[in-house]
């Protein structure tokens, strides 16, 4: 089953929008990666800038033509049998805007446009990447440091297999 997980929105200046986000509609911190926020209920704000590097790398046509966009939002969807539903969607020609590869902190993901050119992003779920290392041999906390998630997250997902 695909999950849908969470909106996202690219904000030009994290910290104002994080003012806004917490300060002002008292939205509760799930998970902070300082460029990349998320927020009990499921949204987050990405930092716009980093955002558009980490979709489209060096494509600098790419970025100038999402910057240019009015709206501009990302849907985020997590599945575990990623290669499954990621070669389903190349057998339907869907446009993607970049293939599977695994991000710093180990979750693989790809990213597709939908009908109306918004991006909609799949990526496994973390509670995989964090049982994938943890059967390669790495201790809690090396699971916790490679994946960017904190050791009590990783403790209860191992000790939950």
């Known amino acids: 089953m695909i999950k849908f997980i969470s909106s996202v929105l690219f904000v030009k200046d994290i910290a104002v929008s994080r003012m806004f986000y917490e300060e002002i509609l008292d939205q509760q911190i799930e998970i902070d990666y300082g460029v990349n ?13 980093v955002a558009h590097q980490n979709i489209f790398r060096d494509n600098k046509a790419e970025i100038e033509l999402i910057g240019n966009r009015k709206q501009q939002i990302e849907l985020y969807f997590e599945v575990e049998y990623i290669d499954k539903i990621c070669k389903k969607l190349k057998d339907h020609q869907i446009e993607f ?4 590869f695994e991000q710093p902190w180990g979750q693989r993901v790809f990213r597709v446009y939908d009908p109306d050119k918004y991006i909609i992003e799949l990526g496994e779920p973390m509670n995989v990447v964090i049982k994938r290392y943890y059967e390669t041999g790495m201790t809690f906390e090396e699971v916790a440091e490679r994946s960017s998630t904190p050791i009590s997250i990783v403790r209860s997902v191992i000790n939950n297999k």
């Open 37 to 49: 926020i998320g927020y009990v209920g499921g949204f987050s704000i990405w930092k716009k800038d």
């Open 97 to 100: 805007v970049h293939d599977m």
